[in-house]
């Protein structure tokens, strides 16, 4: 290809409205433009780089014994009742209407789809196990598309289904799976951490993420993991130990006081001059619209993704204080936001008020709690005594790093990574609700035990660059790079210069490489600066040095330059090519 007629404009600037590398990146250097809020066009430099990882799923997923299929993006709404997913989905499921008014979708995930192709054709035990799986744009409508293709609305998907007859065949292809992807992100020149993980809307029990790690704002999940052991977990499933911490009060006796202001932890703890381990904090919260009260050892954090899977809900957040002062009067209260406590508040609205206790507040002694009353707390108070243990206690706590590994015991640590892949024992949470049944051995039916598999291939080209770039551009991994080589000619004047760069791009496109030739007629520092920006794995720079008999060499990656002769040039491209 001749850089003269590549379509790709590279910007002397970074966007300004990019916050992380691989937006940045990939726009400057000419990969992506936005469409409109998350919707990008891939650019014929993008789409390469797609192609390639996409490629590469392929073979390692074709090698694990999966078969490859396309599912239509647009998806009826019946499809989706019978899941009973229609109701449940919330607002990223983009819904529309056709000109008959029928109900739509657009495709934000398949299981609905394979499942009821899975019915149609397999209907015996003989044809199981199987694993489905495709490559397609899906839609999403986050409600914050940003970091260009890390969260996009359209992004690409590859996303696989497994159909067994028993929990043991499915655990087996989970781990083939497991072992898939751990195979591909590593051809992607990508170093992933498999961590345990929630469910979320997709359902199942057991799942896993595949983690880019990294320290930049980027990583949108909190990876916990011990260096003791092979413990790791997102942060929405990590769970630890606690450290020491004091958990009975002084108090001889329960009583009501006066604190005066309190409107924080820190501030409550400073005026009774205690540690937050005393206190029980209470957070009110509204889950689908109904309210639920969280209980938790004050110097804790409640994880909002353990509270909502603890309720069994949707949509969950903090309630704002106009909704905290309502429900206050409607219990006959009227405190605020730091002197809120469980007893008496009963109703909001048209519900009850659920209330839920994080397992750290269970063992307390003497503690200190909000009792509904302005400038007021309880002190001294003990369970079923003074106040209620509510009937749910359950783990709805963040974990914290220095807390204490559950397997092994040593502090945790925390870090950053990008969310790349994720592998799911689904059971028959699909296959039941539809009637996904097959005919055992005994001729009897029974539903499919399923698994489920996504890559996110636009994000994982935007974790590769994110992993793998410097001041200058990008540094591609060259098994994903969209080109392998790039040939520079110092000035397409020279004659000499131009007819070893050709030479030299002519060998290596007969060898099977993919190479750039840089034709125009620029100066060598605007063409040293594209080829960096766009990060060519390989540069042969052809300039003055050619009279002695040599090019210049650049390995991207390593970035340093070495004189060299032009066929030993072409000779590690093309050696390193042939070892991908
Ligand atoms: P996230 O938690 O990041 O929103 P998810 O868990 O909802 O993602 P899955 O349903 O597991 O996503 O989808 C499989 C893969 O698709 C993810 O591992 C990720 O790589 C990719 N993916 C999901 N949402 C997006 C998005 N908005 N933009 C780009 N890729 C995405
Ligand atoms: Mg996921």
Redesign the pocket.
């Known amino acids: 290809m001749k850089m003269s007629k590549l379509f790709v404009q590279t910007l002397r600037e970074f966007p300004s409205d990019a916050e992380v590398i691989s937006h940045k990146m990939l726009v400057r250097a000419g990969y992506i433009r936005k469409l409109t809020s998350?919707v990008y066009n891939y650019l014929p430099l993008m789409w390469r780089v797609l192609k390639k990882i996409e490629n590469i799923v392929r073979e390692e997923m074709d090698n694990a014994g999966a078969q490859e299929l396309l599912m239509p993006f647009v998806q009826p709404k019946e499809l989706w009742e019978e899941s009973g997913r229609w109701e449940v989905y919330g607002k990223e499921l983009m819904r529309l209407r056709d000109r008959h008014n029928r109900e739509m979708c657009l495709g934000?995930?398949h299981e609905e789809i394979i499942t009821s192709i899975a019915r149609d054709g397999l209907k015996s035990y003989k044809q199981l196990p199987v694993n489905l799986y495709q490559i397609q744009s899906?839609f999403?409508d986050?409600v914050r598309?940003r970091f260009g293709?890390?969260?996009?609305?359209e992004?690409i998907?590859k996303?696989a289904y497994s159909f067994d007859v028993s929990q043991e065949g499915l655990e087996k292809e989970y781990e083939n799976m497991a072992q898939a992807y751990t195979r591909i992100f590593k051809r992607c020149g990508l170093n992933t951490k498999m961590v345990q993980s929630d469910s979320?809307?997709?359902g199942g029990s057991v799942s896993h993420?595949?983690m880019v790690i990294t320290d930049t704002d980027a990583g949108?999940?909190d990876v916990f993991y011990c260096d003791g052991c092979d413990y790791s977990a997102n942060s929405n499933h990590a769970v630890s130990r606690l450290v020491d911490a004091k958990t009975a009060g002084d108090w001889t006796k329960s009583e009501i006081v006066d604190t005066p202001n309190t409107h924080s932890i820190e501030e409550l703890c400073e005026f009774l001059n205690i540690p937050a381990s005393l206190i029980v904090k209470t957070l009110v919260y509204i889950v689908d619209k109904k309210p639920v009260l969280a209980l938790i050892r004050g110097d804790k954090q409640v994880e909002e993704t353990k509270l909502l899977n603890a309720v069994g809900g949707v949509e969950i957040r903090i309630a704002t204080p106009g909704e905290i002062e309502e429900m206050m009067e409607l219990n006959g209260f009227e405190a605020e936001k730091g002197f809120i406590g469980p007893k008496g508040l009963n109703k909001y609205g048209e519900y009850e008020v659920t209330v839920i206790a994080d397992e750290t507040v269970k063992d307390l002694k003497n503690f200190v709690i909000g009792v509904n009353q302005k400038d007021k707390h309880g002190v001294g108070y003990n369970w079923d005594g003074d106040v209620q243990l509510p009937e749910i206690v359950t783990d709805i706590r963040l974990a914290e790093a220095g807390e204490l590994c559950p397997q092994c015991g040593q502090p945790l640590k925390v870090t950053r990574g990008i969310?790349?892949?994720?592998i799911?024992q689904l059971g028959t949470k699909y296959s039941k609700p539809m009637n996904a049944v097959y005919l055992d051995q005994n001729g009897k039916t029974q539903p499919y035990v399923m698994g489920c598999y996504?890559?996110?291939i636009?994000?994982?080209a935007a974790a590769a660059v994110e992993a793998h770039y410097d001041e200058h551009g990008i540094k591609w991994p060259l098994a994903i790079a969209p080109y392998h080589a790039v040939v520079i000619p110092v000035s397409t004047k020279d004659e000499q210069q131009m007819k070893t760069a050709n030479d030299i791009y002519e060998t290596l496109k007969k060898h099977g490489a993919e190479v750039v030739i840089d034709d125009r007629d620029e100066r060598a520092g605007v063409k040293f600066k594209d080829a960096d920006l766009i990060g060519f794995p390989y540069q042969i720079i052809v300039g003055k040095s050619i009279a002695e008999g040599n090019v210049e060499f650049k390995v991207r990656e390593k970035d340093e330059k070495t004189a060299m002769k032009p066929e030993e040039a072409a000779e590690i491209v093309i050696t390193a090519i042939n070892a991908l």
């Open positions: 998350g934000p995930t899906k999403r986050e598309p293709l890390l969260r996009g609305r992004f998907m996303d979320g809307a997709i993420e595949f949108e999940n969310e790349v892949g994720n799911f996504g890559i996110g636009s994000r994982t």
